[in-house]
């Protein structure tokens, strides 16, 4: 027996409308340019407080924490298993303010984003402020010029060389999806298409080459995403007018460097696959719950003892999964696939509705891309996890999966067997030319109707 609409989805609370909440989404998003700025990030426990934590938690309160529950069942539970078990394992381990803080602000953007959304204008806004803030940042940054002699470092004094493409890779994609989506505003548009170039150039301006994997990445995957042949023709026009800006405004050097340099880096990624392995093998040694997030780097080291790549007795994953391996043994592994398959399938309350629009169809495809690109990057660091722009990129996109929700058909609830029908109230037709009066007075149009015609 087929289940009722009722029944087969859960109730989604509605968000009261205006452009309050929408001005917020957005601000939240442009918030994030203050990551990179050394007078924003302040030292709290050792750790660099995000700026983007105050709007974030304005999100939350600006719907009385309505936003938790507008999240599908299936996601919601496993997001929220997960954020437990990460949290679990961590105490095990012993305390750590910094992992605990991390992952909780991973929490909180995504159901700050996801659940504040509530149409199409809404995520656009929320994805023009992220975009726009890593435009910013791109555009100070090759402003200020080379840092050193490998290039620029848009986040330094906050970060290393290969930090600024993680914050600024979900923001590629996401200004890559509207400048080619038919309806974005031609503003709007052309304020992607400038962010898109900006980061572009940035991008290739340091010396980080899963960045440069990055960019290839993205591109590729909205080419993939079954585009048309003129986003196709649009997408290698825009790569070679930004190929000419950033041989004609970049910083070459960085790309030189990497092309170019000691043959000690030729054998990375050689590398990065034993640093992946050895990575699962700690976790193997306590496989239920792993050494604890904060406790990989000295496990590493003291695993790879001896390598020229640990310093200090530590040595970072520079792996997602080698890190969720490791820190957290199959509990935790088992719940980021579990959590993973919850974001990359359609929700079972929805699938009972009937298949999706091709609205929906076009959300779900960005939430894929989104968590592609969050697999590829996260093969190069674990700090996708852990700074703020990929769960900011998946809250923006499973909130447009929840605004392009189907909804259930609203039907009139049937009377009992044998139940008489209601008693219908007589409408009176007015002397006016095809004027019919309700008894309550409303007043409804005959074109029938003549004028003397006998009312009833």
């Known amino acids: 027996m087929a289940r009722s609409g009722r029944s087969a989805s859960a109730h989604i609370p509605e968000l009261s409308k205006g452009r309050g909440r929408r001005r917020l989404l957005f601000l939240t998003g442009l918030s994030l340019a203050l990551s990179a700025s050394t007078l924003a990030r302040v030292e709290v426990s050792g750790l660099l407080f995000q700026p983007v934590v105050v709007p974030a938690v304005l999100l939350l309160v600006a719907t009385g924490g309505r936003c938790v529950s507008r999240i599908p069942r299936r996601i919601n539970g496993t997001l ?15 305390f750590s303010f910094g992992e605990l803080a991390k992952i909780a602000l991973f929490w909180l953007l995504i159901v700050g984003f996801a659940g504040n959304i509530d149409d199409a204008e809404d995520a656009r806004a929320a994805a023009l402020g992220f975009a726009l803030s890593m435009g910013l940042v791109s555009l100070h940054a090759l402003a200020l010029g080379q840092s050193d002699e490998k290039g620029i470092n848009p986040f330094a004094g906050v970060s290393n060389d290969n930090g600024f493409s993680v914050y600024a890779l979900p923001a590629l994609l996401l200004a890559g999806h509207y400048l080619l989506d038919k309806d974005t505003p031609q503003r709007q548009r052309i304020i992607f298409t400038a962010c898109a170039g900006a980061i572009l150039v940035a991008t290739f301006s340091t010396p980080n080459r899963s960045g440069f994997v990055g960019v290839i990445a993205v591109v590729l995957l909205l080419v993939a995403r079954g585009r048309s042949a003129r986003d196709v023709v649009a997408l290698t026009v825009l790569g070679m007018v930004m190929y000419w800006g950033f041989m004609t405004f970049g910083d070459t050097s960085a790309l030189d460097f990497e092309l170019h340099g000691d043959e000690k880096k030729q054998s990375d990624f050689d590398s990065r696959r034993e640093l992946l392995q050895g990575a699962v093998e700690v976790g193997m040694e306590q496989p239920l719950a792993g050494v604890g997030p904060q406790n990989v780097p000295e496990a590493l080291g003291s695993h790879f003892a001896g390598s020229d790549q640990v310093v200090k007795g530590r040595l970072e994953p520079h792996n997602v999964i080698g890190y969720v391996a490791a820190g957290g043994g199959f509990s935790l592994f088992l719940i980021s696939v579990a959590l993973a398959l919850a974001l ?12 999706p629009a091709e609205d929906e169809k076009s959300a779900r495809g960005l939430l894929r891309i989104v968590l592609l690109l969050f697999i590829i990057r996260g093969m190069f660091t674990h700090e996708v996890l852990t700074t703020p722009s990929f769960p900011i990129a998946i809250g923006i996109a499973l909130g447009l999966n929840i605004a392009c929700r189907p909804r259930p058909a609203r039907t009139a609830e049937p009377h009992a067997l044998g139940a008489a029908e209601p008693e219908r109230a007589p409408i009176r037709r007015s002397p006016a030319f095809g004027r019919l009066t309700h008894p309550r007075g409303l007043v409804a149009y005959d074109p029938w109707a003549r004028p003397g015609d006998p009312v009833g």
Do not use: C, H
């Open 80 to 94: 929220i298993a997960f954020v437990l078990v990460f949290s679990a394992v961590t105490l095990v381990a012993g």
């Open 344 to 355: 990359w399938r359609r929700p079972a309350e929805w699938v009972a509705l009937g298949p």
